[in-house]
Every structure is written in structure tokens, then in C-alpha cells.
């Protein structure tokens, strides 16, 4: 194992030292650890049809697809990405049926129980973006009590969102900065970019650096829309549940195969 840069950390990695499953890959497939993106947002799609394709339920496609999490957290912590975000569950899989939404909401419950042992001593910090208020009381509390116990933890950060959608995020964060104006707290000719991003749900984090999509659809499903405007995106055919570290590390090649370029204004906005 080797150190990793925590977040926020002014200290740099010691990029030199590599895990062992690194060391044992080819020369020409080594990941360049100088290089790494610092935050991957990735859209978790296919664990239903995954479960179709076998003739078995929906659910148990989201059970498998709980497996990939854990080892895409695991990599990523190896090799000293900073924040992972994930897009456990949409504003809009409210609209699924109720069996399928009570047992994601079991799924994510059981998901945080059994994997808070191994973020304390992984040193891995949850959050959590979108609108709480919605989640079951009962899987609230866990994911309340989870964040608090791990809220000190620096070598990664995951960032599940939860009942998140980006439209609505962007509204809300309007809505916050319509209200500072009518109070008079702010200029409606002070309003930037940068204004707007600090009244997201992101505003502690930096933008992804590389977006991932698995399970072979290839849009952005109202997913990070503000925050991914420079990232480099990457779509794969591999269902969720199949998606493990083999595939994650051929994304991060993929993502350090490009030439990456900014306008002036995204090249600002990365700047933070």
C-alpha cells in the first residue's frame, strides 16, 4: 500500500510507490499515478438489465452491483483519486415501482451497516448530495450516523448522491440566490459562474476531472450537469455489476490517454 494525498491535503503523494496489483501489471498498462483524476463521478447503470439478461429479479442485479461499489471504492483509494462520486439514486427512481424502490433503499441500508468497519479503518469519508429529506427515516439515520462517524477521514472521499438530480439542484441554488438578492445580502450584478457552484451541493468539492458511464447507454441522465462541464467522459458497454477493477483502471488509461484542454473559463473554474 502507499500514501495517498487526503483531501484538502497541501502534502503531495508519494505517486512512486505502487500497490501491488500495479506493480504486477505490464509496463505499457502501468498507471501513471501523477496523473490520476482527482475526482470521478461515475453513473452506475445496468445492474437491471444485468439481472434480466440471467432471468432473475431487478433487485438482485442492484444486489451484485453493491459488490462493484465496494471494489471501485477499494481501487480508488489505491490509487489516490481524492473524491469518488457515485450516482446511487436518481430524483427520478422515485418513480419506480414501490418493490423495487423499497428494496434499492434496503440495498443502500444494508450497503452502509456492512461498510463502515472498512471506511473507519480504509480511512474513507461518506457524504452524501441531493435531497434527503425523501430517503426513509430509517435509512436516513444510518446514512446520518455513518457520515458522522467518518467525517474525519482523509484518504477518500465518497460522495454518494442520493435522490439527487441535477436540474433540480441547479433550481435550488437559483432559488437560494434569488432570495440573497430580494433580502439585499446580494448584487444581482455580482452573480458569476463562481457564485452559482458555491450555492450547489458541491460547493466543497472540485469538479470531476473524468465521468463514467457504465452499461452502454451514453447520456448524462441529469447527473452533475453544472459540475462535469470539463470533464472527460467515458461510456462503456460493461454492466454495473460486471464493472469491477480490471475495467475501473482501463477507464483511468482511457482518461489518461487524452489530451485535456479548457477554455479560459473552465480552466478558472478548475482552479478552485
Given at each position: 500500500?502507499?500514501?495517498?494525498?487526503?483531501?484538502?491535503?497541501?502534502?503531495?503523494?508519494?505517486?512512486?510507490?505502487?500497490?501491488?496489483?500495479?506493480?504486477?501489471?505490464?509496463?505499457?498498462?502501468?498507471?501513471?499515478?501523477?496523473?490520476?483524476?482527482?475526482?470521478?463521478?461515475?453513473?452506475?447503470?445496468?445492474?437491471?438489465?444485468?439481472?434480466?439478461?440471467?432471468?432473475?429479479?431487478?433487485?438482485?442485479?442492484?444486489?451484485?452491483?453493491?459488490?462493484?461499489?465496494?471494489?471501485?471504492?477499494?481501487?480508488?483509494?489505491?490509487?489516490?483519486?481524492?473524491?469518488?462520486?457515485?450516482?446511487?439514486?436518481?430524483?427520478?427512481?422515485?418513480?419506480?415501482?414501490?418493490?423495487?424502490?423499497?428494496?434499492?433503499?434496503?440495498?443502500?441500508?444494508?450497503?452502509?451497516?456492512?461498510?463502515?468497519?472498512?471506511?473507519?479503518?480504509?480511512?474513507?469519508?461518506?457524504?452524501?448530495?441531493?435531497?434527503?429529506?425523501?430517503?426513509?427515516?430509517?435509512?436516513?439515520?444510518?446514512?446520518?450516523?455513518?457520515?458522522?462517524?467518518?467525517?474525519?477521514?482523509?484518504?477518500?472521499?465518497?460522495?454518494?448522491?442520493?435522490?439527487?438530480?441535477?436540474?433540480?439542484?441547479?433550481?435550488?441554488?437559483?432559488?437560494?440566490?434569488?432570495?440573497?438578492?430580494?433580502?439585499?445580502s446580494l448584487n444581482h450584478q455580482q452573480i458569476s459562474q463562481e457564485t452559482i457552484s458555491e450555492h450547489l451541493y458541491t460547493a466543497e468539492l472540485r469538479e470531476p476531472d473524468l465521468f463514467i458511464r457504465t452499461g452502454g447507454e451514453k447520456r448524462l441522465s441529469n447527473f452533475l450537469l453544472w459540475q462535469a462541464s470539463y470533464a472527460e467522459i467515458v461510456?462503456?458497454?460493461?454492466?454495473?455489476?460486471?464493472?469491477?477493477?480490471?475495467?475501473?483502471?482501463?477507464?483511468?488509461?482511457?482518461?489518461?490517454?487524452?489530451?485535456?484542454?479548457?477554455?479560459?473559463?473552465?480552466?478558472?473554474?478548475?482552479?478552485?
Open positions: 500500500m502507499f500514501n495517498i494525498k487526503g483531501f484538502n491535503d497541501s502534502e503531495p503523494a508519494f505517486h512512486h510507490l505502487k500497490p501491488e496489483y500495479l506493480q504486477s501489471m505490464p509496463t505499457d498498462r502501468e498507471l501513471d499515478l501523477q496523473r490520476v483524476p482527482k475526482h470521478v463521478a461515475i453513473i452506475m447503470d445496468g445492474n437491471g438489465r444485468w439481472a434480466e439478461s440471467k432471468n432473475k429479479p431487478r433487485l438482485h442485479g442492484h444486489r451484485k452491483g453493491a459488490g462493484s461499489v465496494r471494489e471501485i471504492v477499494e481501487v480508488a483509494a489505491e490509487v489516490g483519486i481524492e473524491v469518488l462520486t457515485l450516482y446511487a439514486f436518481s430524483s427520478e427512481n422515485w418513480k419506480r415501482p414501490e418493490n423495487e424502490v423499497s428494496g434499492l433503499m434496503t440495498i443502500l441500508k444494508n450497503y452502509l451497516e456492512s461498510e463502515l468497519s472498512r471506511m473507519l479503518k480504509n480511512d474513507i469519508r461518506l457524504i452524501c448530495i441531493g435531497d434527503l429529506e425523501k430517503i426513509p427515516e430509517g435509512v436516513r439515520e444510518v446514512l446520518f450516523e455513518t457520515i458522522e462517524k467518518t467525517k474525519h477521514n482523509k484518504r477518500l472521499i465518497l460522495n454518494l448522491a442520493l435522490s439527487y438530480g441535477s436540474r433540480d439542484e441547479i433550481t435550488r441554488a437559483v432559488q437560494v440566490i434569488a432570495r440573497k438578492c430580494c433580502q439585499g461510456f462503456t458497454d460493461i454492466m454495473w455489476p460486471e464493472y469491477r477493477r480490471e475495467a475501473f483502471l482501463d477507464s483511468l488509461h482511457e482518461f489518461q490517454s487524452r489530451e485535456r484542454r479548457f477554455g479560459k473559463t473552465g480552466a478558472q473554474l478548475r482552479a478552485g
